[in-house]
């Protein structure tokens, strides 16, 4: 019962180096999604993807770059990365045509930037 | 501009007793609340949701109120118990059926005190 599972757990960079976050999920959603969270700032929305073969931008989508692989996978693209990309990455799933539909996350990953 | 806000960082209760935990927003679109609850080192999990056209929802020790002329929600647990010690998100939903359109507030921490 694996859920959405995010890899990895965690990842330390240096400036100017480039990294993808991979995210798969086994519950057959639609939508896939990813999330940074910073410390007293909650959680913003990175990029989505409402369904295969679609992505569109969130609330804070510069510096990153994502792939909708097939349905199952969903994968963030760091190609130069800043300090201010030090945060916990969260990646989560729903499915689609419902409303009030929630959204399944993954584990997080812990990525700093040096 | 914030417009899902969670003003009380933090809250302390004493195990039994009703936790309270607010949300304000300021968009009169949203058609759907969610909460979540977040462990640390894990990823957020739904708690709980209502409809823009409901005003209370209950799931066991868990209801949520709505209150539309005032833009405010609220998460009751009754009784706390230690084990709902976390970060509780409060989530609002624009029109559409993609969490996409899903606005987070910056969280509250919940300790319940045995």
């Known amino acids: 019962n694996a859920g959405v599972t995010q890899t990895p757990k965690f990842q330390v960079l240096k400036t100017g180096q480039s990294m993808t976050l991979q995210c798969a999920q086994d519950m057959n959603h639609n939508s896939m999604y990813w999330y940074r969270q910073d410390p007293g700032m909650g959680l913003r929305l990175i990029y989505y993807?409402?369904?295969?073969?679609?992505?569109d931008k969130g609330e804070v989508p510069n510096g990153y770059n994502v792939s909708r692989l097939n349905k199952r996978e969903f994968s963030l693209r760091l190609e130069s990365a800043a300090p201010s990309q030090t945060s916990v990455y969260f990646c989560?799933?729903?499915?689609?045509?419902?409303?009030?539909?929630?959204?399944?996350f993954g584990q997080g990953t812990r990525l700093t930037v040096v | 501009d914030q417009q899902v806000k969670q003003n009380s960082p933090s809250l302390s209760v004493q195990e039994g007793r009703i936790s309270i935990l607010n949300c304000d927003y300021t968009?009169?679109?949203?058609?759907?609340f969610l909460w979540y609850k977040k462990y640390p080192a894990e990823g957020p999990t739904f708690l709980i949701s209502?409809?823009?056209?409901?005003d209370k929802n209950e799931d066991g020790r868990f209801t949520v109120f709505l209150n539309k002329s005032a833009k405010h929600l609220s998460l009751h647990i009754v009784p706390s118990q230690p084990g709902d010690s976390a970060v509780y998100f409060c989530?609002?939903?624009?029109?559409?059926?993609?969490?996409?359109?899903?606005?987070f507030g910056k969280g509250t921490k919940l300790s319940v005190k045995p």
């Open positions: 989560a799933s729903s499915a689609l045509g419902r409303a009030n539909t929630e959204a399944f």
């Open positions: 968009n009169s679109m949203f058609d759907y």
């Open positions: 209502i409809s823009s056209i409901k």
């Open positions: 989530a609002a939903k624009k029109p559409g059926g993609s969490q996409g359109n899903l606005i």
């Open positions: 993807s409402a369904s295969e073969g679609t992505t």
